[in-house]
C-alpha cells in the first residue's frame, strides 16, 4: 500500500517561500495525477494544484501564479513551490491522488504565514 509523508513546511514571513516534498512509497505513484490539498483551521480541506504523469499541472486560482507543483517519477516524489506567501496560506498542506481513488492520507504538513 501507498504511504504518502509530507514535509518542508514551516513560519513564514508573508512574501516568504517555501518548498514542500512529497514522499511516496511504491511504483504505481508514478502513473498516477497526483495533487497538493490543504486545510485549514475550521474549514474543509480545498485543492491547491495537480500534476499529470506527463507534467501538465493545473491550480486553484487563489495560488495562481505563486505556486508551482513539479514531480519526480524516479524518486516517487511531488513538490510544491510556494512564492509570495500569504496568511491566508496558512494550512496543512496535503499530497494525494487526484481521483477519488485516494491513498492513505498522510500527516500532512503545517505552513504558517505570520509576521
Known amino acids: 500500500q501507498v504511504q504518502l509523508v509530507e514535509s518542508g513546511g514551516g513560519l513564514v514571513q508573508p512574501g516568504g517561500s517555501l518548498r514542500l516534498s512529497c514522499a511516496a512509497s511504491?511504483?504505481?505513484?508514478?502513473?498516477?495525477?497526483m495533487s497538493w490539498y490543504r486545510q485549514a483551521p475550521g474549514k474543509q480541506r480545498e485543492l491547491v494544484a495537480t500534476?499529470?504523469?506527463?507534467?501538465?499541472?493545473s491550480y486553484a486560482d487563489a495560488v495562481k501564479g505563486r505556486f508551482t507543483i513539479s514531480r519526480d517519477n524516479a524518486k516517487n516524489a511531488v513538490y510544491l513551490q510556494m512564492n509570495t506567501l500569504k496568511p491566508e496560506d496558512t494550512a496543512v498542506y496535503y499530497c494525494?491522488?487526484?481521483?477519488?481513488?485516494?491513498?492513505?492520507w498522510g500527516q500532512g504538513t503545517q505552513v504558517t504565514v505570520s509576521s
Open positions: 494525494n491522488r487526484a481521483d477519488s481513488r485516494k491513498y492513505p
Open positions: 511504491g511504483s504505481i505513484f508514478s502513473f498516477n495525477i
Open positions: 500534476i499529470t504523469n506527463g507534467g501538465s499541472t
